[in-house]
């Protein structure tokens, strides 16, 4: 009976909740509906009221796309506009641009109006530049945009055309001025080879052995030999400055190439690494000097040619002639087997083919076939040089003696003669270190009681 009595309340216990709960839910509906026009209790009233919402909702959809429409339409505009105001500004930029190309080309050759023309026009273009900024900052834009912005691109693609024209035109006066230069240059150069080709023939003919001319055995002293000596000096110097000119032009170390030549030498100056050259080239081409005829005919030389009125003959013969025509006509001589031989003995395979990219001079020369170049001409020089110094030497009796100093020896004034005499100015010489022979560079000579004194390159050592 309690348990039934219990259950009976507890139901009545939450009723006053739920009912709250409900009130409160209602009320709030119905406020809701009264604030969108709607009465619950009359349902035609809330039939109206969605049709007049609903048509409320598309008029406002509308106007919202109208206005939509017409700020795309307004931004489209502006777009358009500004592409515009871009394009005039490019065009009275490439039209300055042609106005300045104008100028530059009226300055030279100068030309008054032209330089005026070009002013006015690049001013003109300013002018118009600042009115399209002033456009821009007032939003004033161009009326009929399309018509306006091929009007513009054609003005920038004439203005190009012009600036390009005006370029051509410049490159073609440039062209005309090198080609006036290039002319003018080569007129010079016919000159200076036309002289080169005078002196040549001078120096061949008679140089400094005109004197020579009238010589007889009996009148051959040491100052004949000391005069072709130094025209010998001087055809193998010319040689070492091309074979150091071909060196540079193949791209050769030339500090390295020396130090294989002379190792472990300190020259006072960079271009003094000349001097290992002119060593290694007398030393090759004096090698066997003192021997009649080189060794070349091995020690088999009859007396006959071995008579100092022959050795004269030969000196005679040879110094007044052109190499080149004599190898020509005598390419099995004994001179022409001298000059093959120390062609390849001074020119390596490897420096040949450094130079000229092949060996068709070097297998020219082994077939007794001598080339016509100028590195071989010039080297066909030296070796006409050297031979009349060995046939003048081998004319005295007795025969001219060769010597050369030995690495490390003292300098001597009565044997010696210093290649670089700024040596002896320096400050940093002292009797402890005095400089002494690194290498001789061209050798010396004894006549008789006479000392012709060898050449030599005072160094320190490392």
């Known amino acids: 009976m309690l348990q039934m009595k219990m259950e009976a309340v507890k ?5 006053p909740s739920k009912s709250k709960w409900v009130r409160t839910l209602s009320k709030v509906l119905h406020l809701h509906a009264a604030a969108a026009g709607i009465v619950p209790d009359d349902g035609v009233q809330k039939v109206k009221s969605n ?43 490439s039209a300055i641009k042609a106005g300045y190309a104008q100028l530059q080309h009226a300055q030279s050759p100068y030309d008054a109006e032209g330089i005026q023309a070009a002013d006015q026009l690049i001013v003109s273009d300013l002018k118009k530049l600042s009115e399209l900024k002033q456009c821009f900052l007032k939003k004033q834009y161009d009326p009929s945009p399309e018509h306006a912005i091929i009007l513009a691109e054609i003005q920038e693609q004439k ?5 390009f024209e005006i370029l051509g035109k410049k490159l073609e006066s440039q062209l005309r001025l090198k080609e006036s230069e290039i002319i003018f240059l080569r007129e010079k150069l016919d000159e200076s080879r036309k002289q080169n080709r005078l002196l040549e023939k001078r120096l061949n003919q008679s140089g400094q052995l005109f004197v020579l001319d009238n010589l007889h055995l009996s009148s051959l002293n040491p100052s004949n030999f000391i005069t072709v000596l130094c ?7 010319s040689f070492v400055r091309l074979m150091i000119d071909e060196m540079k032009s193949a791209d ?9 030549i002379e190792r472990g030498v300190v020259y006072w100056k960079a271009d003094d690494r000349c001097f290992a050259f002119e060593s290694f080239i007398c030393r090759e081409m004096f090698k066997a000097f003192h021997h009649p005829y080189f060794f070349l005919l091995g020690n088999s030389v009859p007396e006959g040619k071995k008579h100092p009125q022959v050795f ?31 062609y390849l003995q001074v020119v390596h395979p490897k420096m040949e083919s450094s130079f000229f990219g092949n060996l068709s001079s070097r297998d020219m020369v082994s077939s007794y076939q001598f080339p016509d170049t100028t590195f071989f001409t010039v080297f066909a020089e030296v070796a006409k040089r050297i031979w009349l ?5 081998f004319a005295f009796e007795p025969e001219a003696s060769i010597f050369q100093i030995n690495k490390g020896c003292r300098f001597s004034e009565v044997y ?28 010396g000579f004894r006549i008789g009681k006479t000392v012709i004194q060898c050449q030599v390159y005072l160094a320190r050592f490392k």
């Open 252 to 260: 050769w170390d030339i500090k390295a190439a020396a130090s294989s």
């Open 11 to 15: 139901p009545s216990a939450v009723t």
């Open 51 to 93: 049709e007049t919402d609903e048509w409320n909702d598309r008029k406002t959809a509308k106007r919202l796309s109208q206005k939509f429409d017409r700020l795309h339409d307004e931004e489209l505009e502006r777009k358009v506009a500004l592409e515009v105001l871009i394009a005039k500004i490019f065009a009275t930029v």
């Open 312 to 342: 004269f003959e030969r000196f005679m013969e040879l110094k007044s002639v052109k190499v080149k025509e004599y190898l020509a006509k005598k390419p099995k001589s004994t001179f022409a087997k001298f000059c093959r031989t120390k």
């Open 231 to 237: 025209q010998t000096v001087k055809s193998i110097r």
């Open 389 to 393: 110094l060995h046939c003048l030497a």
């Open 416 to 443: 010696m003669e210093s290649v670089a005499e700024e040596i002896f100015l320096s400050s940093d010489i002292t009797l402890e270190s005095e400089p002494r022979v690194a290498f001789t560079v061209v050798p």
């Open 159 to 163: 203005s190009l055309s012009k600036t």
